[in-house]
């Protein structure tokens, strides 16, 4: 599986972003989806994950209630609408496909990263 992150951009405080994902595979509804986030000199940290069925989804406290993952397996897609952004949440995203996981180690496919910039 190959995947493909866009979306991301500058945004105020308080605005709104929605990143995509797109996969290549035929095996990509397979396997549970992962958005994962890094800022500079920071390690990289879970986001969200959400099941191959899309019934489960999990979030990382420090964006449940802000952030949404979706997928459509018709697609290939994969998204993550964040809300009421944060300067906090500036970061690169990657989106990852694996295991139904917060740990990175359990992801075997990531994409390039798109950066997310959210200014004071």
């Known amino acids: 599986v190959q995947l493909q992150a866009s979306g991301g951009g500058l945004v105020q405080a308080g605005g709104s972003l929605r990143l995509s994902c797109a996969a290549s595979g035929r095996t990509f509804s397979g396997y549970a989806m992962a958005w994962f986030r890094q800022a500079p000199g920071k390690e990289r940290e879970f986001v969200a994950v959400i099941s191959w069925n899309a019934f489960n989804t999990y979030y990382a406290d420090s964006v449940r209630g802000r952030f949404t993952i979706s997928r459509d397996n018709a697609q290939n897609m994969v998204y993550l609408q964040m809300n009421s952004l944060k300067p906090d949440d500036t970061a690169v995203y990657y989106c990852?496909?694996?295991?139904?996981?917060?740990?990175?180690?359990?992801?075997?496919?990531w994409g390039q990263g798109t950066l997310v910039t959210v200014s004071s």
């Open positions: 990852a496909g694996g295991a139904y996981s917060s740990n990175p180690k359990d992801h075997v496919y």
